[in-house]
């Protein structure tokens, strides 16, 4: 069966569809979501296969074989590009995530890590928080704004085009000042709270040394922590929403440094 296509042919048709591929795979490996656990590499990988037949059509051949030295450099820069796509966007989940932890050791459920940072166990607070995030990534269709921006990258970024890897590592670093920022906008009403109450019960112990702190504080801090989380869960989505498109704005300034 003739099918028309030389084995040259078929060779510079494989090497596109798996550059295109590639930049796609990483992404989905790094990023939320995509990259959990519970999703299997043998499902990334044909999504990534998916997508990239979808859009491989609409991308200009750029010629460059696989088996070469200017495929080796391609298939480099396709996998730095899009593993820094999907960390940048990790970087909105990681700055929950400490907030989350400043709290939990705030509140007293965090003593485990504290006395064992081998455990590896997250705190609860940071986990509780981490999965309302994904349902709220996914409620503001985050994952088809990343694919789609991946797609996008494809022409501000073509796969020929050599990228100042340089100056995107740096940006990258910068960017990772995210996570404590907004880890800290959001955690920081109640830290403070608890700290004010920590502070009362510091003062009623060198009031009144009968009154035992550790008999009251830990129910008290524990109770009126649960009630300020509950406060701050209402505003979570808006901060989150805002969050998101720093982090969008963000890529769009790693795509022009990177071009």
């Known amino acids: 069966m003739d099918f028309g296509l030389t084995l040259g042919?078929?060779?510079e048709l494989i090497s596109h569809y798996f550059l295109v591929m590639l930049r796609i795979s990483a992404m989905l490996h790094v990023a939320p979501v995509f990259g959990e656990r519970s999703v299997s590499a043998r499902l990334r990988f044909c999504l990534s296969l998916l997508i990239a037949i979808v859009l491989g059509s609409s991308i200009p051949d750029?010629?460059?074989?696989?088996?070469?030295w200017a495929g080796v450099?391609?298939?480099?820069?396709?996998?730095?590009?899009?593993?820094?796509?999907?960390?940048i966007v990790?970087?909105?989940?990681?700055s929950v995530r400490l907030a989350g932890e400043i709290i939990g050791m705030q509140m007293g459920l965090s003593f485990a890590n504290f006395f064992d940072p081998s455990s590896g166990n997250s705190p609860v607070v940071s986990r509780f928080l981490n999965v309302l995030v994904t349902l709220l990534f996914l409620t503001f269709?985050?994952?088809?704004?990343?694919l789609a921006f991946v797609a996008e990258t494809f022409n501000t970024l073509p796969i020929e085009a050599s990228s100042s890897l340089t100056g995107g590592g740096l940006y990258l670093v910068k960017s990772a000042g995210i996570i404590f920022s907004q880890g800290l906008q959001?955690?920081?009403?109640?830290?403070?709270?608890l700290l004010c109450i920590n502070f009362i019960l510091a003062l009623l112990n060198r009031l009144t040394p009968q009154l035992s702190v550790f008999v009251i504080g830990f129910p008290l801090t524990l109770s009126i922590g649960m009630v300020a989380l509950f406060l701050l869960i209402?505003?979570?989505?808006?901060?989150?929403?805002?969050?998101?498109?720093?982090?969008?704005?963000?890529?769009?300034?790693l795509m022009l440094i990177l071009s």
């Open 234 to 253: 209402k505003t979570l989505a808006p901060f989150f929403q805002n969050l998101m498109e720093k982090g969008f704005s963000t890529l769009e300034g």
């Open 90 to 94: 990790q970087l909105l989940f990681a």
């Open 9 to 11: 042919q078929l060779y």
């Open 186 to 193: 959001l955690g920081l009403p109640i830290i403070a709270l």
């Open 141 to 146: 269709n985050g994952h088809l704004w990343l």
């Open 62 to 68: 750029t010629g460059i074989g696989i088996y070469s």
């Open 73 to 87: 450099g391609a298939m480099a820069r396709q996998l730095l590009i899009g593993a820094a796509i999907g960390l």
